[in-house]
Every structure is written in structure tokens, then in C-alpha cells.
Nanobody
Framework: QRQLVESGGDLVQPGGSLRLSCAAS????????VAWYRQAPGKNRELVAF??????NYADSVQDRFFISRDNVKKVVYLQMNDLKPEDTAMYYC?????WGQGTQVTVSS
């Protein structure tokens, strides 16, 4: 069964870091496009980062703070998030091959 499962969300203080994971089953992540989105309460879902495997683009709001990486053996895509801000608080989703995960909650608060 093809699916994506996110994990790694947590409550973190401003300035902290988190690494989100998106584990794929039923397909490889080595050569497919993968994107991370987020949705805060009352707001539209927004694209955070998009990776083709050859290039990656980030939203201006997370540029130089968030980074996508892949472990092709484990079939996991990571989103490393540094210098987190309260405005990064949202449910984070990964998507690839027409699939969406269930999301993982990130809360940035002191």
C-alpha cells in the first residue's frame, strides 16, 4: 500500500529546531518530487518547500531556515527546521505521487 506518514512535530520554543520526517511506503523517494506544506488555524495551506531531487525551492518565509533532505535507503524525506518562529506554528504535511500524509503538528511558543 502506497502511503506517506509524517512524524516529528512537537512543541518547541522560539529559536529552536525540529526535524520532521515523511516516511514513504510502497514507492521510492529517490527520484520523485516531494513537497512540504503547512496549514495554520484559519489560514490556507501553503507550500513550504518543494524538491524534485535535483533542485529544491523554499517559501520566502522559511528560506535559509528550513532544509529538505532524503534518505533513499530508508525512504524518508526530512524537513529540518531551524530558528523556529511562532508564525511557523502549523500542521505540516508532506505530499508526493498524489499522496498526502496525515500531518504532524508543530507549535512554536515560549
Amino acid at each position: 500500500q502506497r502511503q506517506l506518514v509524517e512524524s516529528g512535530g512537537d512543541l518547541v520554543q522560539p529559536g529552536g529546531s525540529l526535524r520532521l520526517s515523511c516516511a514513504a511506503s510502497g514507492f521510492t523517494v529517490s527520484s520523485v518530487a516531494v513537497a512540504w506544506y503547512r496549514q495554520a488555524p484559519g489560514k490556507n495551506r501553503e507550500l513550504v518547500a518543494f524538491s524534485t531531487g535535483f533542485s529544491t525551492n523554499y517559501a520566502d518565509s522559511v528560506q535559509d531556515r528550513f532544509f529538505i533532505s532524503r534518505d533513499n535507503v530508508k525512504k524518508v524525506v526530512y524537513l529540518q527546521m531551524n530558528d523556529l518562529k511562532p508564525e511557523d506554528t502549523a500542521m505540516y504535511y508532506c505530499t508526493s505521487e498524489g499522496l498526502w500524509g496525515q500531518g504532524t503538528q508543530v507549535t512554536v511558543s515560549s
